[in-house]
């Protein structure tokens, strides 16, 4: 299992320039300590997420680290066309000499980005699909025609190609179409840090059952604070937790209430939760022998391929901390 750490851009003190200066530390601390992989989200209008120029972050990122691969978590394909994140992705490929993880995901449930960006919540898997569909042949084909239902072009190469021969896809999915789209290009797999234990081993079985191989590099992204005691980890935890808690359960609230799919799924625990309590409970955060027994229960459930690690403490200090602690007492623990 490697281990990762997934960067949020969090704006704990309203301020941005501060917010992204210290999401670069943490990352070279990553780096320092051995870390494999940096995944980077994609939010927008949000004031406690300063990372809706996700590509442009990890462009500075490659410039500022050697070793760690950069990972996308995820480019949201329906919010862009997929002609110019080909374009973005196979310069960003080049810029971080060949160190690209390429995650993809539709978006939500972030309704203000749905309106603004002006796509349909039932539209947003299939023009994802669509989009890596056409992103992949752009990459590595040329003289490239596309004929889809959100996309078309007509002959069309681009340039520069990507450094690496195939950059790695992963897929944010839990929808049927999504899983087999997935199995079928043999991509592999990603989950949040809400998504229920439940709903990721449902999702690597029917993974498995279309492909045997590729469902072990499911990258898992959890909320992460590891502590002196079990009740300081949650402590310093806690304020973080909290807000996530009530913003998206705001935005599932107002999802739930503007769905006309009736085949929704509901925002529960078995699904993907936003209760503080489940949210504390799933995530990794804890003393050392706590953080030590959550992944060894992930590790054995899921058959991991990365974790990677959210720190949720407002203070930098405490992150790099916590950090080192997990690579000191947890890492060696958990292999």
């Not at 504390?280 to 953080?291: L, W």
């Not at 060894?296 to 459930?301: G, I, L, P, S, Y």
Request: glycine share 6%; charged share 20%.
């Amino acid at each position: 299992m490697k281990t990762g750490i997934f960067c949020n851009y969090d704006n704990f003190h309203q301020d941005a320039h501060r917010a992204m200066f210290e999401q670069v530390a943490l990352v070279k601390q990553a780096e320092s300590l051995g870390f494999e992989e940096a995944w980077v989200s994609e939010h927008h209008f949000s004031e406690s997420n300063l990372s809706p120029s996700m590509l442009l972050l990890m462009a500075h990122l490659a410039g500022l680290t050697s070793t760690i691969q950069l990972g996308t978590a995820a480019v949201l394909l329906p919010f862009h066309n997929p002609i110019r994140v080909a374009e973005d992705i196979a310069t960003l490929d080049n810029l971080c000499n060949g160190r690209l993880l390429f995650g993809v995901a539709k978006g939500g449930p972030f309704p203000q980005q749905n309106k603004h960006f002006a796509t349909l919540p039932s539209e947003a898997r299939p023009k994802m699909l669509e989009a890596i569909a056409l992103i992949h042949k752009l990459l590595y084909e040329t003289d490239v025609s596309f004929n889809g239902k959100y996309y078309q072009c007509d002959r069309l190469t681009i340039y520069p190609k990507p450094l690496q021969s195939q950059i790695p896809v992963y897929v944010a999915t839990g929808g049927d179409d999504g899983i087999e789209f997935a199995a079928k290009h043999s991509f592999s797999l990603m989950g949040g840090p809400p998504f229920s234990l439940q709903r990721l081993k449902d999702t690597v079985a029917k993974y498995r059952a279309l492909n045997s191989s590729g469902a072990e590099k499911l990258v898992l992204a959890r909320f992460f604070f590891v502590g002196k005691t079990f009740d300081e980890a949650v402590s310093e935890a806690l304020p973080f937790v909290r807000q996530f808690s009530q913003k998206m359960k705001a935005n599932t609230a107002q999802v739930l209430q503007n769905s006309a799919n009736p085949n929704q799924k509901p925002f529960d625990r078995t699904n993907i939760c936003f209760d503080e309590d489940y949210l504390i409970e799933n995530s990794i955060i804890g003393d050392v022998e706590t953080c030590r027994d959550k992944i060894k229960k992930f590790q054995d459930e899921l058959d991991l391929g990365t974790l990677a690690l959210k720190p949720s403490s407002a203070d930098l200090q405490k992150n790099l901390d916590s950090l080192t602690r997990y690579n000191q007492e947890v890492r060696n623990y958990v292999f």
